[in-house]
């Protein structure tokens, strides 16, 4: 029984021993791969070609951030509404119509514009979304208003 056992051993070590030699083939055989210099190529003419596509491409997504804007004062409409049909007027409090604001992109949040409500009374109300980022650059930050009828409109066009 020993004797097989150190057969067996015995022929785990030669097996061992084969694969280790083809080991030291594989790696001692030259990887083809591409240059530093090919590579660096390659991210240079991907960065054209992103600087050549921002530029059109920057309307669309001022556009795709701007239906946050309306998202947030649609929403902000409904609960003014529901708000004074409990009590027959407008509130200028998020809280008191439940409306809770997301964290604005410079405070570490994701949301682009600030929301709040300008005036609030008996029979009407007013509510603005100005952008805290400049999405194209300019200077002009985009701003949306919405009332008490859900005029939805874009006063500042970015």
Same mark, same amino acid.
């Given at each position: 029984m020993k004797?097989?056992?150190?057969?067996r051993k015995g022929r785990q070590n030669i097996l061992n021993?084969?694969?280790?030699?083809?080991l030291i083939?594989? !790696?001692s055989k030259k990887?083809?791969?591409?240059?530093?210099t090919e590579l660096l190529?390659?991210?240079? !003419?991907?960065?054209?070609?992103?600087?050549l596509a921002l530029p059109?491409?920057?309307p669309l997504i001022s556009k795709a951030k701007s239906t946050e804007a309306q998202v947030q004062l649609n929403h902000?409409?409904?609960l003014e509404k529901s708000y004074f049909y409990m009590k027959s007027k407008y509130s200028t409090s998020f809280d008191d119509v439940g409306y809770e604001h997301a964290k604005l992109v410079t405070e570490g949040g994701n949301a682009n514009y600030k929301v709040e409500i300008i005036e609030a009374g008996i029979n009407a109300f007013k509510a603005k979304a100005t952008a805290v980022v400049d999405f194209d650059g300019d200077g002009i930050f985009d701003v949306w208003e919405i009332d008490?009828?859900?005029?939805?409109?874009q006063t500042i066009k970015d």
């Open positions: 004797q097989h056992y150190l057969f021993m084969k694969n280790k030699s083809s083939g594989i !790696i990887a083809q791969a591409f240059s530093l190529v390659v991210l240079v !003419i991907i960065g054209i070609l992103v600087l059109v491409l920057m902000l409409y409904t008490h009828e859900q005029n939805l409109v």
